[in-house]
């Protein structure tokens, strides 16, 4: 009888431990600098698809969603150290992030390209780009391929915190160029004003041994229990068609890929 009630005892215990954990915010790691995807409003808010689709995803696993703002190079450390839940800020998934978090599927897709000048030609083994000044976003993707494929070639890599501080040394003529996603280079900077007179140059890259296989959620190594919440509520976002709503607030094609 001891043993019955102390089994029973350890099953209420595990599971007041359980809704207590379903009824504390999920803290969702997020960079606000990286429009059309996260970015500030006047009244200091953020917006943004990925904003939109954490918020439905919390609506869907019913837990409250706490944003958590970071610089980009900040949110896998933090994630790491218990910081946050789950880091939801168009991280693309690679092999070698595997190493250090776990993945949900792809909830979006998007190429890298060039953007320079109107007209600038790129060679195809990128020799023409030698003596430029090329900009990054520090520890992405963009950064580690500019660092072994063009570097090499000649080319100066000049890492920044923000796409957005890119885009105004890019306008002053400080840096000739970035490498950046595609999706959030065109409807944050070409489609605006201050990208006039800039295009993207050269091929799409879309290597997946630099470039991932889409934006995923990071979460902790281990942490089976969020993932498969976070996989099947993606999922149901894509059935239900609110992820087609928030798509269309923000793009007029399908970002998700095949």
Known sequence: MKKLALLGGLALSLMASSLFAADKPLRLGIEAAYPPFAFKQADGSIAGFDVDIGVALCAE??????????????????????????????????DERRKSVDFTGKYYYSPARLTMKEGTVVSDD???????????????????????????????????????????????????????????????????????????VGPSFTDPAYFGEGAGIAVR???KALLDKLNAAILALRANGEYQKIQSKYFSFDIYGE
């Open 61 to 94: 696993m019913k837990v409250e969603c706490q944003w958590v703002e970071q610089e980009f190079d900040g949110l896998i450390p933090s994630l790491k150290v218990k910081k946050v839940d789950a880091v939801l800020s168009s991280l693309t998934i690679t």
């Open 126 to 200: 990128f020799s023409s780009l030698s003596g430029k000044r090329i900009a990054v976003q520090r520890a992405t993707t963009t950064d580690r391929f500019a660092s072994e494929v063009l570097a090499p070639k000649g080319v100066e890599v000049v890492r920044y915190s923000s796409q957005n501080e890119i885009y105004l040394d890019m306008v002053a003529g400080r840096v000739d160029g970035t490498l950046a996603d595609a999706i959030p280079v065109d409807e944050g900077f070409l489609k605006t004003e201050q990208g006039k007179g800039f295009a993207f």
């Open 221 to 223: 190594k281990g942490d």
